[in-house]
Structures are given as structure tokens and as C-alpha cells.
């Protein structure tokens, strides 16, 4: 089993910046990726940032190119999302999540937080 948990949501006025944080715990033997999702009220959710568990290649939406830059320190099985220029439209709640699913593959050894909510004001 493996357990995600989100921290570092909150309030923040447009423009300003927020710092995610997904700490894993548990067997991650399947994860070969970490990354971050979204949604908002009555909207899908949908993919936000990614990085591989080996490479460190990085792989971004076009919605939060240039503004969000995600990381990971693998000794503390952990991964970031580094949050600027933000605007109202970011607002949502934020999922960690790790396995196939960052990489578009879903499976059965898919993991997911239980999301932090961002709440951008305008």
C-alpha cells in the first residue's frame, strides 16, 4: 500500500505564489513517476505537472508552462509543485498521484492523494 499526503494549499492573491508538497510513504516499487493533478467544482481533472522517479525529466500542462515548476527528493519520497504567477482559474484542489496514471497509462497500482485545495483570488 502506498499513501500520498498533500500539504501546502491555502489562499493567495492573484499573482502571488504557493509551494506544494506530496510526502509518499508505504511501498512505491510501482511508482516509476510522481506528479500533480487538479480540479475544480464540476469540471474534470486534469493533468498538472509530472516527473519520472529515474530520469528527472519533467512534463507540464500548456495551461501552467513557465509558471509552475514541479521537483522531487527521492530520499525523503518526496515531490513539489512550486506555484507562480497564479491565477484565479488555478483555483482547484490538487492531487498528488503516482504510477502509470502520471504517464497517461493508468492501472490498478495507481495511488492518489486526497488532495489540498488552492484558492486563488482576484
Known amino acids: 500500500q502506498v499513501q500520498l499526503v498533500e500539504s501546502g494549499g491555502g489562499l493567495v492573491q492573484a499573482g502571488g505564489s504557493l509551494r506544494l508538497s506530496c510526502a509518499a510513504s508505504g511501498r512505491t516499487f510501482s511508482s516509476y513517476a510522481m506528479g500533480w493533478f487538479r480540479q475544480a467544482p464540476g469540471k474534470e481533472r486534469e493533468f498538472v505537472a509530472a516527473i519520472s522517479w529515474s530520469g528527472g525529466s519533467t512534463y507540464y500542462a500548456d495551461s501552467v508552462k513557465g509558471r509552475f515548476t514541479i521537483s522531487r527528493d527521492n530520499a525523503k519520497n518526496t515531490v513539489y509543485l512550486q506555484m507562480n504567477s497564479l491565477k484565479p482559474e488555478d483555483t482547484a484542489v490538487y492531487y498528488c498521484?503516482?504510477?502509470?496514471?502520471?504517464?497517461?497509462?493508468?492501472?490498478?497500482?495507481?495511488?492518489w492523494g486526497k488532495g489540498t485545495l488552492v484558492t486563488v483570488s482576484s
Open positions: 498521484a503516482s504510477g502509470g496514471v502520471v504517464a497517461g497509462t493508468p492501472s490498478l497500482e495507481d495511488y
